[in-house]
């Protein structure tokens, strides 16, 4: 995987995160105190995000540095999708678990 599409993938989850937590790019910027400018080109995978950044990105979007670079979520990350999960009824979450199990098949081939 080229450095290209390193910073494309990454650029990805963040902007999905963002959207996740219904923040706009100048929110985000904001919270960061960044420019909007610099979301938006990180967003887009044109420019590597700087480590003083990436500290004050992780913590703006309630993700690990680990999701932000390789999209592996760490123990916050599931917990959190656990803590939601649990506040489902029995039917739902037979769906969601369902849809968890084609994901790990597709990721499997």
Same mark, same amino acid.
């Given at each position: 995987m080229g450095n290209e599409e390193i910073l494309r993938s990454m650029g990805e989850r963040i902007s999905l995160?963002?959207?996740?937590?219904?923040?706009?790019?100048?929110?985000?910027?904001d919270r960061?105190?960044?420019?909007?400018?610099?979301?938006?080109?990180?967003?887009?995978g044109r420019k590597a995000i700087r480590p003083e950044n990436l500290i004050k990105?992780?913590?703006?979007?309630?993700?690990?540095?680990?999701?932000?670079?390789? $999209?592996?979520?760490? $123990?916050?990350?599931a917990g959190? #999708?656990?803590?939601?999960?649990?506040?489902?009824?029995?039917?739902? #979450?037979r769906l969601v678990e369902e849809i968890v199990d084609r994901c790990l098949a597709l990721a499997d081939r």
């Open positions: 995160r963002r959207r996740q937590l219904r923040l706009t790019q100048e929110e985000l910027a960061m105190d960044v420019s909007p400018q610099m979301i938006s080109y990180t967003e887009q990105l992780c913590a703006a979007l309630d993700v690990s540095a680990d999701y932000v670079l390789t $999209g592996r979520a760490d $123990g916050a990350e959190r #999708l656990a803590e939601k999960l649990s506040r489902l009824p029995s039917e739902e #979450l």
